[in-house]
């Protein structure tokens, strides 16, 4: 996929502000569908510090959110056979539950990759497992239970 799921978000439905193109000040978040899996990377700025050369964790779960949601919306395009590389798509989804596992200090000043495995989908529920690495390291996992919102 050569675009973000994100960047393909009818207008009216990307203002978010982890990974909404029409918000200015948020992350900008893109998630891309790879094979059968997604993939987003973020940079973290020193804004978002808790421990001093780590990141806040705060941070981490609204990106594992962002990323999943995107992640979902790119799953249920894939099993419907609609082409991601057409804009505006006809799905979006938003965060039923977020579920957020820490296993080590994530550490400031690296490129933070995500990435997103579908679990299963259900009707309207997708659920979606996720891991965020840094260097090469699990730093933290998540699951999400994502709900396509009605046309």
């Keep these: 996929m050569s675009k973000a799921i994100q960047d393909l978000y009818p207008d009216n439905l990307a203002h978010c502000y982890g990974c909404g193109k029409n918000n200015p ?76 596992d820490f296993k080590a200090l994530t550490p400031m000043g690296v490129e933070l990759e995500l990435k997103g495995k579908l679990r299963s989908i259900e009707g309207r529920k997708i659920w979606v497992d996720m891991t965020l690495s840094a260097n090469g390291t699990v730093c933290a996992t998540g699951e999400i239970l994502a709900i396509r919102l009605k046309d």
């Design 25 to 100: 000040d948020g992350y900008q978040l893109k998630t891309y569908l790879v094979g059968d899996e997604t993939i987003a990377h973020f940079t973290p700025e020193e804004k978002y510090t808790s421990i001093p050369g780590n990141v806040y964790g705060g941070l981490i779960a609204s990106l594992l959110d962002c990323h999943g949601t995107g992640s979902a919306a790119a799953f249920a395009c894939q099993a419907e056979g609609i082409s991601l590389e057409e804009a505006p798509i006809p799905v979006r989804c938003v965060t039923a539950s977020l579920k957020v």
